[in-house]
């Protein structure tokens, strides 16, 4: 059978995109995911590539038979993931809770969803770390060690998050 490039369902953190990459050239998703995180350092590009990525390599179980019928969907699917994204995000700032009991998908879902509101606000940070010593309000730090200092912490993130599993 003919390996085919897919986003990935089962393994996924926003779109299955590095999971579909992790799939198609037979590796970890971790190493995929972390090139992405690179990438976005190198102006952004890892953002970009992501979404074009997201928008063009269809689904995993894709019923699209033309491209065009794919990109149709995958747009779809992530406008609505999109959304879905901003009600969750109102409502964890709004601090709405359910009151009825949580099954262990919901507890894990939302273990996921706080582990990606950390992972985003450090991103955020970082960047606009990265933006400040653009207009050299740093001039003190040497932004060369930020890279090493990044790199460790993401290895410590990783390494405490599998412990907790």
Do not use: Q
């Not at 972390?34 to 894709?62: Q, T, W």
């Not at 653009?134 to 993401?154: E, Q």
């Amino acid at each position: 059978m003919e390996k085919r490039l897919h986003r990935s369902r089962s393994n996924r953190i926003i779109w299955g995109v590095c999971g579909g990459l992790a799939d198609y050239f037979s590796i970890d998703p971790v190493i995929v995911r972390v090139i992405f995180v690179l990438l976005i350092f190198a102006n952004g590009l890892g953002i970009l590539a992501y979404i074009i990525l997201a928008v063009v390599i269809p689904a995993e179980s894709s019923k699209a038979a033309t491209p065009k019928e794919a990109l149709r969907e995958n747009v779809t699917e992530l406008k609505e993931s999109t959304s879905e994204l901003g009600r969750e995000i109102r409502s964890s700032l709004a601090g709405e809770e359910k009151d009825e009991e949580e099954t262990d998908e919901e507890e894990t879902a939302k273990a996921r969803r706080s582990h990606l509101n950390i992972l985003g606000i450090v991103l955020i940070i970082i960047g606009i770390l990265f933006l400040l010593g653009s207009f050299n309000l740093f001039w003190w730090f040497s932004w060369g060690t930020l890279w090493p200092l990044i790199l460790v912490a993401i290895g410590v993130l990783i390494i405490l998050s599998a412990r907790r599993r």
